[in-house]
Structures are given as C-alpha cells and as structure tokens.
C-alpha cells in the first residue's frame, strides 16, 4: 500500500502527516563513455539527483506551520533584499535534512526509511481557487536534495 507514510524535517516541529503525497527524486548516474581499441568502455560518472515533490494540506487555521514553507523559500533568495542566507546547515543556512517513512499496514511497522540531506524549497506552487469545486487547498512544493540515503 502507498498511503502510509510520514514526512518530518528533525530541525522544525511540522505535523508528520500534514502530506498528502509525496515524489521522492529519481537518481541517475551519469554514463561516461571513452575508447579502447574497437570498443566504447563505459563508467560510472556523477549522481544527478531530480527533485522532491510535496503536497501539503493547507489547514484552515493559521498559524507558522502554514507559512513556514514560505518563509523557507523566501530565505534562499529574498526578492525584496536581493539575496537569501548562505546553504550552510540549519540554523545559519536554509539547507534542512527531512526524513521520509513508510510504514506496513499496521500504521506502526517501518518497511522503508529515506534521509534526505541539504533539502531545500525551490519552488511553491501558485494558488488554484474554484468556487464550484469543494476539493481540499493544496500547496505544492518542489525540493532540491543533494543526496538521498534509503536505510531499509
């Protein structure tokens, strides 16, 4: 089954489970070709990591779990200064580990853990409202990852 899994950040106290879903990033390794003789060798070459995709459930009451995704984003490079805090690990940066579980069935047992190092927001979807439609709000992020370890 695909629906029971929890995203936390270790850093930022955000609900586990305020996800709807979740892409974790293709990884490819590059495929480096050169001669020998009257062949191509080929070798292994640099990782090349895609992005993470979250959907989050925007909730009806306010508060700083609902902008926290904003104001990361806005921590990288903030239009309004011309700037953003270097990467650096968090506090000093805007670089956050976030951890990805799947459990069984049982909503207790852990079948598959991913770590997430140097996370950041690069993109935050824009707001789609219908009056005709009751669907839930959902935000939209998109998340760099310099590297991705699954532990089980």
């Not at 990361?72 to 805007?94: A, E, K, R």
């Not at 690069?122 to 992020?141: A, L, P």
């Amino acid at each position: 089954k695909n629906f029971n899994f929890s995203i936390s950040f270790p850093e930022v106290p955000i609900q586990p489970f305020l996800f709807q879903k979740v892409d974790l990033p293709d990884s490819e390794v590059e495929v480096v070709e050169h001669g020998d003789t009257n062949f191509d060798v080929k070798t292994g070459g640099r990782v090349k990591l895609g992005a993470i995709t979250l959907e989050k459930l925007l909730t009806t009451k306010k508060g700083a779990e609902n902008n926290h995704f904003w104001d990361w984003h806005l921590s990288v490079s903030n239009p309004f200064l011309g700037g953003g805090l270097p990467p650096g690990p968090f506090p000093t940066g805007y670089w956050r580990t976030m951890e990805v579980v799947e459990f069984a069935e049982d909503g207790v047992t852990v079948i598959n853990r991913w770590i997430c190092q140097n996370v950041w927001p690069s993109k935050i979807n824009g707001q789609s409202h219908d009056r005709k439609s009751s669907d839930n709000t959902i935000e939209t992020i998109e998340l760099q990852v310099e590297k991705i370890d699954k532990l089980y």
